[in-house]
C-alpha cells in the first residue's frame, strides 16, 4: 500500500477529525473569500458613486497677471484673459479621444448686476445639469425648472428678503424665486442662481461661458491624459486638475481596500493557528500509531509524506469547499453592502484555494518534524 493510499484510508477512517482538522481553513478561506469579494463589489461601488460627485477638472480663461505702477509706485495689477470661452468649446471638449471617461461637462457663467437694489453675483447653469454637478444641495421650495425663475443662495435671500414664490427683479426683468438653497458654506450661499441663458442675457453677452467644470470616472484616473487633451482642444483655457479631489477619492478608495486585506490577513492567520493546533494534537494522539508505523519499517520521510498527504487533501477540500461557500454568501449579501450582485468572482476562489492549501502545508511541518523525530522505542514506551 503507498502512502497515498494510506493517507485516504486514514481519513476515511478517522472522519470526525478529519472534519474538525478542515473546519478552520473552511471557516477562514470562506471567510476571506467572501470579504474578498464583497470588497471588491464595494470598493467598485465607493468609486462609482465618489464619481459621480462633483467635478474634478476645472477649465476656466488663460489669463495673465500685469503688474500697473508709475516709476516706483505701485498700483496693484490686473489679470487680462487671452481668450474667453464660448459655448462651442463644449463641443472641443466633449471630442477628446478620451471623451468616454468624462462623465459630465457642465458650463458656468458668472456675472455681478443689481437685484432688486442690491449689487449680487449671479451664476448661470443649465437647470438639467444641476443635479449631476451640484448633488448635495437642498433646496427649500422648488427646484429651477426653466427660465425666468431663480433659486437665492441662503445668504442672497437674507439680503434680499426673500423666500420661495417671492420675485426680483434684475435688468427690467421680473424673476420668480422658485426656492432657497440650504446653506452650503460655499460662495454660492451669496449668489443668484438662474438658468444660463438669463444671465447670459442679463449680461449682453450671448453664448458666453465663465468656466466649465469637467467630472472624469476615475477608475483607472487618467486624469493628467484628460487634462492634456483638453488643453490642446481649447489652446486659450488653462484646464486643471482638482487634485485635492482626485487625491481624497483615492485615498477613499485605498483605505477600503486596506480595510479588507487586513481584516483578510487576520482571518487567514486564525485559521492557520487552528490548523496547527489541531494537527499538532493529532501527532499527539497517534503516538502509538507513528510508533508501529516506524517499528514495521516506515522511514521517517514516509511518516512525514503521511501527514503532508492527509492534511493536503483535508486543506484542498476545505479550500474549495470554503472558497464556493464565501462567493455565494458574497453573492447573496451584496446588496445590504450597497453593492451590485453582477458574477461570481472567480479570482478570490482561486487565490483563497492556494492560501488554504499554503495554510494546511505550512501548518503541518512541526508536527511532521515532530512525528518523523519519534523512535519506535520511545513511542511504544510511551503506551
Given at each position: 500500500m503507498n502512502i497515498r493510499k494510506l493517507a485516504w484510508k486514514n481519513l476515511f477512517r478517522r472522519k470526525s477529525r478529519a472534519i474538525f482538522t478542515g473546519l478552520g481553513i473552511f471557516l477562514g478561506i470562506g471567510t476571506f473569500v467572501a470579504?474578498?469579494?464583497?470588497?471588491?463589489?464595494?470598493?467598485?461601488?465607493?468609486?462609482?458613486?465618489?464619481?459621480?460627485?462633483?467635478?474634478?477638472?476645472?477649465?476656466?480663461?488663460?489669463?495673465e497677471q500685469l503688474s500697473l505702477g508709475f516709476g516706483d509706485i505701485s498700483l496693484g495689477g490686473t489679470q487680462v484673459a487671452h481668450a474667453q470661452l464660448t459655448a462651442d468649446d463644449e463641443k472641443a471638449i466633449r471630442s477628446i479621444a478620451l471623451a468616454e471617461r468624462l462623465r459630465m461637462v457642465v458650463p458656468y457663467y458668472l456675472t455681478a448686476t443689481d437685484v432688486s437694489g442690491k449689487n449680487l453675483v449671479w451664476m448661470g447653469i443649465r437647470p438639467a445639469d444641476i443635479v449631476e454637478s451640484r448633488p448635495w444641495w437642498k433646496v427649500q421650495g422648488d427646484a429651477l425648472k426653466g427660465r425666468d425663475e431663480v433659486l437665492l443662495g441662503s445668504e442672497a435671500a437674507i439680503a434680499l428678503d426673500k423666500g420661495p414664490g417671492g420675485t426680483i427683479e434684475s435688468g427690467g426683468k421680473t424673476f420668480r424665486v422658485a426656492g432657497v438653497l440650504l446653506p452650503t458654506g460655499e460662495k454660492e450661499d451669496g449668489m443668484v442662481i438662474a438658468n444660463l441663458e438669463d444671465v447670459r442675457a442679463l449680461a449682453g453677452t450671448p453664448g458666453g461661458v465663465?468656466?466649465?467644470?469637467?467630472?472624469?470616472?476615475?477608475k483607472d484616473c487618467p486624469v493628467e491624459d484628460i487634462?492634456?487633451?483638453?488643453?490642446?482642444k481649447i489652446p486659450g483655457a488653462k484646464v486643471s486638475a482638482i487634485r485635492s479631489v482626485?487625491?481624497?477619492?483615492?485615498?477613499?478608495?485605498?483605505?477600503?481596500?486596506?480595510?479588507?486585506?487586513?481584516?483578510?490577513?487576520?482571518?487567514?492567520?486564525?485559521g492557520g493557528l487552528m490548523v496547527f493546533v489541531t494537527i499538532?494534537?493529532?501527532v499527539q494522539e497517534r503516538t502509538r500509531e507513528i510508533g508501529i508505523l516506524r517499528a514495521v519499517g516506515f522511514r521517517r520521510g514516509a511518516i512525514r509524506a503521511l501527514l503532508f498527504w492527509e492534511?493536503?487533501?483535508?486543506?484542498l477540500a476545505a479550500s474549495l469547499a470554503g472558497g464556493i461557500l464565501g462567493a455565494a454568501a458574497a453573492f447573496a449579501g451584496a446588496p445590504l453592502f450597497g453593492a451590485e450582485r453582477g458574477g461570481i468572482e472567480l479570482a478570490p476562489i482561486l487565490l483563497g484555494t492556494?492560501?488554504?492549501l499554503a495554510l494546511g502545508l505550512l501548518g503541518t511541518i512541526p508536527p511532521a518534524r515532530r512525528a518523523a523525530a519519534l523512535s519506535p522505542t520511545e513511542a511504544i514506551r510511551s503506551l
Open positions: 470579504i474578498s469579494s464583497l470588497t471588491m463589489r464595494m470598493e467598485g461601488a465607493v468609486r462609482d458613486k465618489l464619481d459621480k460627485f462633483g467635478a474634478n477638472i476645472l477649465v476656466t480663461p488663460r489669463t465663465t468656466f466649465f467644470e469637467v467630472a472624469a470616472l476615475c487634462v492634456k487633451e483638453i488643453g490642446e482626485v487625491e481624497s477619492r483615492k485615498a477613499a478608495v485605498d483605505q477600503f481596500r486596506r480595510l479588507g486585506l487586513g481584516v483578510s490577513a487576520i482571518v487567514l492567520t486564525i499538532m494534537g493529532n492534511t493536503g487533501w483535508i486543506s492556494a492560501l488554504g
